[in-house]
T-cell receptor, first 116, second 111 residues
Framework: GAVVSQHPSRVICKSGTSVKIECRSLDFQATTMFWYRQFPKKSLMLMAT?????????EQGVEKDKFLINHASLTLSTLTVTSAHPEDSSFYIC????????????FGSGTRLTVV | QKEVEQDPGPLSVPEGAIVSLNCTYSNSAFQYFMWYRQYSRKGPELLMY????GNKEDGRFTAQVDKSSKYISLFIRDSQPSDSATYLC???????????FGAGTRLFVKA
């Protein structure tokens, strides 16, 4: 089945540094990738939608200069958290739509980011 | 009012019990309904999806959609400790692109 590989699964970084999270679709082409942030006991918060070959669409309140998204190929989308601060610590998850006829998504395994 | 309401629990049941998980929603345009299971520190995995109203069964899992009441349910029969996870409901309108997720219900099945 459709698999999205997300890397790294866990990262600890210092304040002010940047962190890149990668999501790769392993056995299908993902023209669209969704990036979510998940807080404990809260629903998934959609941050942005990335489309291969075009600019990402950011949700209201999400800083596009802070959360840089690149979707340069049909199998790779990246999220870079720039100048990270402790409040950026969270669980970040990517997902891609499943095949036509199935309205669900396949999710990456998530990245636990801790900024110290 | 949130578009999707889901009791975060936790819900604790003995092994073998029937589990009922529910969500309510306010947007009558939602047509596609999904349930995801998320284990700790992992991404969600799709369990079931349904279109419009009705029931859908897959093994020990049954999904129900009542559009007139704006209420969806997931039933788990013969629950197992391995079912212990967070269950998220999700829904989307027919022409919509964005999926709205519930907050998730934490389920514990005790052996």
């Amino acid at each position: 089945g459709a698999v999205v590989s997300q890397h790294p699964s866990r990262v600890i970084c210092k304040s002010g540094t940047s962190v890149k999270i990668e999501c790769r679709s392993l056995d299908f082409q993902a023209t669209t990738m969704f990036w979510y942030r998940q807080f404990p006991k809260k629903s998934l918060m959609l941050m942005a939608t990335s489309n291969e070959g075009s600019k990402a669409t950011y949700e209201q309140g999400v800083e596009k200069d802070k959360f840089l998204i690149n979707h340069a190929s049909l199998t790779l989308s990246t999220l870079t958290v720039t100048s990270a601060h402790p409040e950026d610590s969270s669980f970040y998850i990517c997902s891609a739509p499943l095949a036509r006829g199935n309205y669900g998504y396949t999710f990456g395994s998530g990245t636990r980011l801790t900024v110290v | 009012q949130k578009e999707v309401e889901q009791d975060p629990g936790p819900l604790s049941v003995p092994e073998g019990a029937i589990v009922s998980l529910n969500c309510t929603y306010s947007n009558s345009a939602f047509q596609y309904f999904m349930w995801y299971r998320q284990y700790s520190r992992k991404g969600p995995e799709l369990l079931m999806y349904t279109y419009s109203s009705g029931n859908k069964e897959d093994g020990r899992f049954t999904a129900q959609v009542d559009k007139s009441s704006k209420y969806i349910s997931l039933f788990i029969r013969d629950s197992q400790p391995s079912d212990s996870a967070t269950y998220l409901c999700a829904m989307r309108s027919a022409g919509g692109f964005k999926t709205i997720f519930g907050a998730g219900t934490r389920l514990f099945v005790k052996a």
